[in-house]
Nanobody, 113 residues
Framework: QVQLVESGGGWVQPGESLRLSCLVSGSIFRISALGWYRQAPGQQREFVARISMGDKADYADSVKGRFTVSRDDARNTAYLQMNSLKPEDTATYYC???????WGPGTQVTVSS
């Protein structure tokens, strides 16, 4: 059974950084694209970033230049490095194997002074 677990969320002040991790159980990670999404209270889940096999990365316009997605296939782990965080980045962040419809439980990121 494939499972995903996010970690690394927390509370930071504007301008600070966080790195989220997504651990995927099973070897399927190595043949799958992984997406990061986020959902703020009262809002719909929105796309943040995606990394495909071959390390092709895509980003939402709102995070381009600030967030970097990466993957370590040897560790079955994907990362989302978030720099220059803004209050509007506050949300629960989810990683998922989109093609399979599998998602982690999410990790909370709060950006506030």
């Amino acid at each position: 059974q494939v499972q995903l677990v996010e970690s690394g969320g927390g509370w930071v002040q504007p301008g600070e950084s966080l790195r989220l991790s997504c651990l995927v159980s099973g070897s399927i990670f190595r043949i799958s694209a992984l997406g990061w999404y986020r959902q703020a209270p009262g809002q719909q889940r929105e796309f943040v970033a995606r990394i495909s096999m071959g390390d092709k990365a895509d980003y939402a316009d709102s995070v381009k230049g600030r967030f970097t997605v990466s993957r370590d296939d040897a560790r079955n782990t994907a990362y989302l490095q978030m720099n220059s965080l803004k209050p509007e980045d506050t949300a629960t962040y989810y990683c998922g194997l989109e093609a399979l419809g599998l998602w982690g439980p999410g990790t909370q990121v709060t950006v506030s002074s």
